[in-house]
């Protein structure tokens, strides 16, 4: 493949969407399953809530600057059998119940009207957005592995990696932002202000531990799969994954990717759990990580070339040829 036909806005797409997917599915687990009933959950929630708005909606405009043509953006949405076009859907819905479900903890006086008419569909709309977003993390993978021709993408382990990847960075990305605005946190209800910050502290220590966990998993699951196509009999894989390991990419591989987003992080968390540097710094090397990861899969898009396609390629002329340059527009040479 002479071309990446992929630029920078597919990989940040897939890294947007997983993680604002990611974080609806944990916030959705917190509220309806974990802490069933206590209201300070979702309170304190609700700043992770609105990021994930935040990234879906970026992401959804990245998808459309890859388009090429922003006035047709529809057409990703319209086509049924496309695996983009249900991505784009799932996007949309887990958007949508997402904003439903976040204004109505928006604490402003002027917008109480619309934010207590929204309080009853609190569950259902966190439920919708929850399952969607569950479904975007697995479609950030599955989108592709299903693109055959390439293999070093066509296998089950990307969909795993991409799940695990967009948990882990959902983990890191709630880690830096619960507790935040809009939960009370003011002097004058003091009750509801210890309430929710007891539960910020919670919620976030069990997401440590669970970042803890993902983090061992995705750091398991990528060098499996790497290094299984280091010694796969695919020609088109084994090549990508030298090119990981010891070629050109092994120092993004090994000291971006592996080390600092994924071990360091991992020391942070264990050896100094209540520090600044578990707290901060290591959520931010796993939101680091998580988005290294997306673009370097999404540009290692070698393939197998297609019969006679080399051929092909060998008689092109050059780009700077003289009959290419020698006619400009309006001209008539004959």
């Keep these: 493949m ?11 797409y897939l890294f947007l969407g997983g993680l604002g997917g990611g974080i609806y599915c944990l916030i959705a687990v917190l509220t309806l399953f974990v802490f069933p009933g206590v209201a300070a959950v979702p309170e304190v929630m609700a700043l992770p809530g609105f990021l994930a708005i935040v990234a879906l909606g970026f992401g959804c405009l990245m998808l459309v600057v890859d388009l090429g043509q922003p006035m047709v953006f529809y057409r990703a949405f319209v086509r049924s059998t496309s695996v983009l076009a249900w991505g784009a859907r ?4 887990c958007m949508i119940f997402g904003i439903l479900w976040f204004a109505s903890y928006i604490p402003w006086d002027w917008f109480s009207g619309i934010a207590n008419l929204l309080v009853p569909a609190r569950e259902f709309c966190l439920a919708i957005a929850g399952l969607s977003g569950t479904c975007i993390m697995l479609y950030t993978g599955i989108f592709l592995s299903t693109l055959k021709a390439h293999a070093f993408w066509a296998t089950p382990a990307l ?7 967009a948990l882990s960075t959902a983990c890191a990305a709630i880690a830096l932002s619960v507790g935040g605005w809009p939960a009370e ?32 998993v995705e750091l398991v699951v990528i060098l499996v799969m790497v290094l299984s196509f280091l010694g796969a009999g695919n020609r088109t894989a084994n090549k990508v994954a030298h090119k990981w390991v010891t070629g050109k990419w092994a120092p993004l591989f090994w000291g971006g990717m592996i080390a600092c987003g994924l071990v360091l992080p991992e020391i942070m968390y264990i050896a100094a759990p209540h520090s600044v540097a578990s707290s901060v710094i290591a959520p931010i ?45 309006g001209e008539n040479l004959f």
């Design 90 to 93: 799932l996007l949309t819905v």
């Design 2 to 12: 002479r071309h990446h036909y992929w630029e920078w806005p597919i990989p940040t």
């Design 159 to 165: 969909p795993v990696l991409f799940t695990v990847s």
């Design 285 to 329: 090397l796993v939101l680091c990580g998580g988005l290294l990861l997306r673009f370097m899969v999404v540009f290692s898009d070698e393939r197998a070339p297609l019969p006679g396609e080399e051929a092909y390629y060998s008689k092109l002329p050059d780009a700077d040829a003289e009959f290419i340059h020698k006619w400009t527009y």
């Design 185 to 216: 946190m003011s002097l004058d209800a003091i009750t509801e202000s210890m309430n929710n910050y007891i539960f910020a502290e919670v919620v976030h220590e069990l997401l440590h531990i669970v970042d803890v966990i993902l983090v061992v």
